[in-house]
């Protein structure tokens, strides 16, 4: 039902899982949001802050509570904020809640906790590798084109069983005719969320990647745990693929499910309850989408307190009430600002080793048209037309900025009500050596630097 909390802290996450549809899932018979909202509605040892925070892309069931759980833990060793916060709020007792949404394709979503690799098997039968293919290319693009491309993926992964060192010609090939398929089948509308950014995909990168992290067990960005067969290793970029289905699962998601979750919480919570929301990478998207709500039903119960993005995997535009080179439009996000749905401070961090959200958000509107350079990550540069906030910040005319870095543990912030707050993180969010280019630090925030920007917003609302 929750992440325990550590040993010598109080600190616990209650994780409500959604499915595709953003629907909750029952965990032995119950749904942890009534749990919830049990709890804010109990006179005994009543809740004086809740933190609601979403994971990002490339995240299952077991990815989700690892990746919480490293979080928690971050934010409970920082006694010194702990302390402070119980000095700003007497009584001071938390409640976190993580929402667990299906970002990672193909992913271990059973609540029974079984582990990721039970949940693939493959059955090189006509009937099971057809059911795979329609299943994959849902997540891409529903096309013929990349129907057979998969075919040939699937072949080629029984064929090879172990991961070869090079990628095969015949993999190269239908890889390319993923990345056509799924460009053209993602042309988003001419409107604030439709950017229609592209992926800026080196195939033998991805690959030697790929293999590369075969130890490694972090939650990624742009590919999931760790890769031993040719299965999987052939498969990382269809995962990768599902950039634009991901995060438009995460607005929708963020604009139905979790604005109606935040709204259930504030009116079962007492008037005096903070809420304070985090998110990472496509994460972000989702908890900015929970704060503004949707077109249709934007009413909230009341602002929520503070707003963290870490690395960030939106629009460096988003909040803006004017996106350049955009006749007479605003960010998606805009509403935030407009009506002051967030009473306390938005702080989001960017650091120049977060390759994943260059990746993701190259300064490119077309497939190809950046030509495989490499980002200036200069702040005071011309800004892109598209970009992510986990490389630029927030941006835009009108908005209250300040640009500032991630502080150390000893050093205080003065995050105050309304503004937003740039952290240069390039200090904190890295990783100690060069390894996996297409990804880099950008999972490296379970440092107590981060927990400390986390718990300082908080403070300043």
Known sequence: MAIETFVGTSLKCYLITLDA?????????ELISQKVVDILSSHKDP???VFLMSHGWQGDIPAAKSQYSKWIQAMA??????EKMQRLRPGFRPLLVGLHWPSKPWGNEDLKGVSPESSISFDITDN???ELINQYA?????????????R???TAAVEYEVAPDTLPSEVRAAYEVLIREASLSNIEQADAWGENESLDLDLDTIYQATLAEEENEDVSFGIGDGFRSAWDSFLNLPRLLSFWKMKDLARKIGETTGSSLLNKFQQAAGDTVRFHLMGHSFGCILVSATVAGSKKNSIST??????VLVQGALSLWSFCSSIPHRKNLAGYFHSIIAQSKVAGPIVATHSQHDQAVRMAYPAAANLGLLGGQDIDFDINQKLPDVGGVGTYGIQGVYLDIIDDEMHSLKEPYNFQPGKIYNLKSDKYIVVPHKFLDFIGAHNAIDKPEVAHAMWSAAFGS
């Open 128 to 130: 099971s590798q057809e």
């Open 152 to 154: 040939t993926i699937f």
């Open 21 to 29: 549809h953003g629907k909750e899932r029952e965990n032995n018979g």
């Open 47 to 49: 809740i004086t802050d």
């Open 138 to 150: 849902q997540n891409i693009s529903n096309t013929e084109a990349t129907k057979e491309a998969l």
């Open 77 to 82: 060793n920082n006694q010194a904020d702990i």
């Open 302 to 307: 009341r602002p929520v307190n503070s707003l």
